[in-house]
């Protein structure tokens, strides 16, 4: 075994032991569709300055989901409840009471100049109105001036620990735009007071209470101030007081206050046979996508599935380690991104492939090695590209978008590890004992397989008319855009809110028998959770008075009386901010996959990758139109899978195009791109069957909660895999003659 080789077992070996142990140790937390959670009911109170309506609880349901981030609670679920309620349901939550009182604290950050000392006076002086008397962290009572600075003027808030100069736990606070000559102007008073008098001290009050009243510096001239528009808020805190002053600036402040008026647990919005159907059909479906491989690669197909069941042990450790959250749909997620990740093994196999049918004394080992070699740019091209998306929507998004983006990187480094290191490694292993030698189509990749076989007998020129192809995706686009035009969109109860209906039944209900009810009686959609033994709760989307009564009327037919005790529209979970922001995060990655593509291959190959991804986000958004089926939270997930899986199939055309174009360079371009596409035709038909026996299993098995989230994806994939080849490549064609 050489150095290289050496390597990379040790880096397999510590990457599978440090993920079984995480595993082992850390409990992963369940989402309010599995396991239920806290619920927290916020009322919103009027003040002088602002009323408690609807347009100021929608702005601080904004607020709160930004403190919800912070708190580290994954998949929250938060959305208006009449005109002046808020209920926020968080899964998984150690401390719910910190949680309420989080989030009920104003967070009115400002920043005064201190004008001296009060013993006297509780209230500030007559003659001076704009004056505060506010007790400091040590209980003496400090003379404060007008409002210099506040909350808004602040850019971020982290968190620091100064162990060598003895501060401690501290917060360090940056401001923005007119914030930093306010602080500089501020602070640049206080520098004309003698130092130890009161006047040289800036007041930090959070919510009527001074939390810090640092002295400015001895360093720091009168009227000059302290400039870089940066300061650090010191005290006695600890590290979990640190962090939630922290939270609460980055949150901002609340429009109105809110008091908490209630507070409960909830059970799983999803019955046990919506679990164990989904659990079954992951299972069955992973089990497919194993046996399909092994089926296609041999040898190497199955150490492929060991390498992919570590892909899926070191994906499930670090969303462990980071606190993750896994819902129904995410779970599905995960199964199906192990089907996906077997694409980076594929594209490898098929290379030795290649490698072994063109050599004239060829041998697993030498073919193998070229083919991890002549994969690489590929693999690395198509992650890249992801993985720029991932990051953009983590910095860009919140919510559920941001996590998505999380699980999403996760996922990307997760898989080229599992390919290019643990699988190279059994791999490595396996070609160098001699029965291989004796025996190499045992290994799997010492024939062409019966797809290439195929292209290689009839050498079908796909690219011979690249018009008709483009006509056929501009007939598709066309057809599906109609969709959205005349069928319009059924956004889900995340999107436009809807109704939510509480009620106390004289026995206990069963959440499933209810859910089974509901549907029979046309609200197969609604949302059923209970709390304590006699409390039902039922959302749906916006209902009449006659759908209403049927709700009343089939909840009475599961228990001798239910009392309606609470019946209000309910706002969208999803957001305005939240909706603008995933838009925004989505489009910016577009941006940012077209420049790099353009920089690693050409921008008409950039370009044709970034039109062939609108067209297939179109079309599924078509389909689901015409179908009737809902938009709602689970089928913007599957997009932006979707989104992920179209750039990868159009890299990994692309990148056999340059390297052919490479090769020959007076072959014309047409020519080059039907041999690239001949060359991945293998990789995208295995890849593609891979990630269908998932998503079939899903789809059929899966349940009702999982079947449109599998048919949006089923969609993708036949799009996005038809897209790559005849909407990306024929536009590059024409692209390129047109140039």
């Not at 075994?1 to 850390?26: C, D, E, F, K, P």
């Not at 300055?49 to 607020?63: F, K, M, S």
């Not at 889900?492 to 809110?497: A, I, K, L, M, P």
Request: charged letters at 20%; glycine letters at 10%.
């Amino acid at each position: 075994m050489n150095r290289s080789q050496h390597v990379r077992g040790m880096i397999a070996l510590a990457a599978v032991a440090l993920s079984l142990y995480v595993a082992l140790t850390v409990p992963v937390h369940l989402g309010l569709d599995l396991r239920g959670g806290t619920q927290i009911v916020l009322e919103t109170r009027p003040t002088a300055d602002a009323d408690a309506d609807g347009e100021a609880t929608d702005r601080t349901v904004e607020v709160l989901r930004g403190r919800v981030d912070a708190l580290g609670v994954a998949e929250p679920s938060i959305a208006r409840s009449g005109d002046d309620r808020i209920v926020v349901e968080l899964p998984g939550l150690q401390d719910p009471r910190k949680a309420s009182d989080v989030l009920g604290r104003t967070a009115q950050l400002t920043f005064h100049q201190v004008l001296g000392t009060a013993t006297d006076v509780d209230e500030p002086l007559p003659e001076r109105p704009h004056e505060r008397v506010i007790a400091d962290e040590s209980g003496r009572r400090l003379r404060l001036g007008a409002a210099s600075l506040t909350g808004g003027d602040v850019e971020r808030a982290a968190v620091g620990f100064d162990q060598q100069g003895g501060a401690g736990w501290h917060v360090t606070v940056d401001f923005k735009g007119a914030g930093e000559k306010g602080w500089a102007r501020l602070t640049g008073d206080a520098a004309c007071h003698p130092a130890g008098e009161p006047g040289r001290r800036v007041a930090i009050v959070l919510d009527d209470k001074i939390v810090s009243s640092p002295q400015v510096s001895p360093s720091v001239a009168c009227r000059s101030g302290i400039s870089g528009g940066s300061t650090q808020i010191t005290g006695t805190f600890d590290d979990s007081e640190a962090e939630e002053l922290a939270l609460l600036i980055n949150g901002g402040a609340l429009p109105v206050p809110v008091e908490t008026v209630e507070q409960r647990t909830v059970g799983p919005t999803l019955g046990a046979q919506a679990i164990t159907a989904g659990a079954w059909a992951a299972t069955v479906g992973t089990a497919l996508t194993a046996l399909f491989i092994i089926a296609v690669y041999r040898l190497m197909g199955l150490l492929a599935t060991v390498a992919l069941a570590c892909y899926g042990l070191i994906s499930y450790a670090a969303l462990a380690a980071l606190g993750a959250t896994l819902t129904l749909p995410g779970l599905a997620g995960f199964v199906l991104a192990i089907g996906m990740a077997v694409d980076a093994n594929v594209l490898v196999f098929e290379r030795a492939r290649e490698e072994y049918a063109s050599r004239t004394r060829p041998t697993p080992r030498s073919s193998l090695a070229a083919g991890f070699r002549s994969a690489f740019s590929a693999i690395a091209d198509s992650n890249v590209t992801t993985l720029i998306a991932a990051g953009l929507l983590f910095f860009l998004a919140s919510g559920p978008v941001r996590g998505f983006g999380v699980t999403l990187g996760i996922g990307v480094l997760a898989s080229m590890l599992s390919a290019l290191v643990i699988t190279r490694v059994l791999a490595d292993f396996a070609v160098t004992r001699p029965r291989l030698h004796r025996r190499p189509h045992l290994t799997g990749i010492a024939h062409t397989g019966t797809v290439r076989a195929r292209l290689a007998r009839t050498a079908p020129n796909l690219m011979r008319h690249p018009r008709r192809w483009l006509a056929a995706s501009a007939a598709a686009f066309v057809l599906a855009a109609s969709g959205v035009a005349v069928r319009g969109l059924d956004l889900g109860v995340e999107f436009t809110g809807g109704r939510l209906v509480e009620y106390a039944t004289a026995t206990p209900v069963d959440p499933d028998r209810a859910r089974t009810a509901l549907a029979d009686a046309g609200f197969p959609r609604a949302v059923v959770q209970t709390s304590g033994e006699s409390r039902l709760t039922i959302r749906t989307g916006h209902l009449t008075d006659t759908q209403a009564a049927t709700v009343t009327d089939t909840v009475n037919g599961l228990t001798r009386q239910a009392d309606k005790v609470r019946d209000e529209a309910i706002g969208p979970s999803l957001g305005k901010e939240l909706r603008h922001g995933a838009l925004i995060a989505l489009l910016v990655a577009l941006g940012a996959q077209l420049v790099y593509l353009a920089a690693r291959f050409r921008w008409l190959l950039g370009t044709s990758a970034v039109a062939a991804l609108a067209h297939d986000v179109v079309i599924l958004i078509g389909v689901f139109a015409w179908l009737g089926k809902p938009v709602d939270g689970v089928f913007l997930a599957a997009l932006l899978t979707v989104v992920g899986y179209s750039v990868n199939d159009s890299v990994v055309v692309f990148d056999r195009i340059r390297e052919l174009g490479g090769r020959d360079r007076g072959k014309p371009f047409a020519l080059i791109a039907n041999q690239a596409l001949l060359g991945t035709l293998p990789r995208t038909v295995n890849t593609g069957m891979g990630a269908a026996f998932i998503l079939a299993a899903l789809a059929v098995l899966g349940g009702d909660t999982l079947t449109d989230f599998a048919l949006a994806l089923l969609i993708g994939l036949v799009v996005g895999t038809y897209s790559s080849m005849f909407t990306a490549t024929p536009l590059a064609i024409e692209l390129h003659r047109r140039a």
